[in-house]
């Protein structure tokens, strides 16, 4: 079962774009487009890079996991828990990594670069869910493959964390308005729509907070959450990334190695 969960997580990440993609054509929500087509363009041109990066690292995690296994390593392997506890254990740590790592990301000068591929989104839709730059990919990769090892992940809690996560992370993006009872009563426990588009806010305050990728209680937990936030009031992307030119594919891809204009920020 796993396995079959594991190999068809690349044609869920195809089917969710076109089933959010088409609906975001029919009954968009906040985003107003200047140019669908373009914008879609270059968004899918640095989805395709990412998904080639992550195709890699999805290869390279399914070889390590299984290290980790067989050589017992990690805090999980060292208790010699209940296999249902381990993974359940596993899947909590994966989405608290994913906590720890995002923060970072904003934190560090350099990682930030990065990471602005994904945040200067000025118009977003379920194609920017997967735009990042192939650099952010691999770097996390790195960081994982230590942390993984360090707690021993096994290679189920690595599937099943994955299986909930990808339809997640397209209604957090998508350009869909979702019923409120299910943002309230769901966003207690999930990062919901309105949840994560707080984090993609202009707004500096914003933008610095709502790291949780599955779970909305890390962000409680460490106090990254605001809430009562208007979110039809905000707008997307970066204040510094605001011009047509900034959103070429060649533009984004340099962004690491550009300096960073935004002098909100104290880096």
């Known amino acids: 079962m796993i396995k079959i969960l594991n190999n068809i997580q690349p044609l869920m990440i195809f089917a969710l774009l076109v089933i959010f993609f088409t609906l975001e054509t029919y009954i968009p929500y906040l985003t107003r487009y200047k140019n669908r087509r373009k914008h879609t363009y270059r968004n899918l041109l640095l989805v395709l890079l990412n998904f080639l990066a992550n195709g890699l690292s999805a290869s390279w995690f399914a070889y390590w996991l299984s290290v980790i296994h067989i050589k017992g390593w990690g ?12 993974v359940i254990l596993g899947v909590l740590y994966i989405d608290l990594d994913f906590y720890v790592t995002h923060m ?13 591929v994904h945040h200067s989104d ?19 990769a790195l960081w994982r493959s230590v942390t993984f090892a360090v707690m021993g992940i096994s290679f189920p809690s690595f599937v099943i964390f994955f ?10 993006h998508a350009n869909i308005r979702f019923p409120d009872f299910l943002e309230k009563w769901l966003g207690l426990v999930f990062v919901t729509s309105t949840w994560h588009k707080v984090h993609h806010s202009d707004e500096q305050e914003f933008t610095d907070s709502h790291y949780g990728s599955v779970f909305t209680f890390w962000d ?3 106090r990254t959450s605001h809430t009562n936030v208007q ?3 905000l707008n997307w992307g970066l204040k510094e990334f605001k011009e047509d ?10 962004l690491p190695f550009r300096a960073i204009r935004n002098l909100s920020r104290k880096y």
């Open 122 to 140: 000025n118009e977003l839709d379920s194609t920017t869910t997967l735009r990042a730059h192939p650099f952010e990919v691999l770097t996390v």
């Open 245 to 254: 030119n900034d959103q070429r594919v060649k533009t984004q891809l340099l």
């Open 104 to 116: 970072i990301f904003h934190k560090i000068p350099f990682l930030w670069r990065m990471h602005r």
């Open 231 to 233: 979110v039809d009031n």
């Open 163 to 172: 299986t909930f996560a990808l339809p997640l992370i397209f209604i957090q």
């Open 220 to 222: 409680r937990i460490f």
């Open 75 to 86: 805090l999980l392997n060292i208790l010699h828990m209940n296999t249902v506890t381990a």
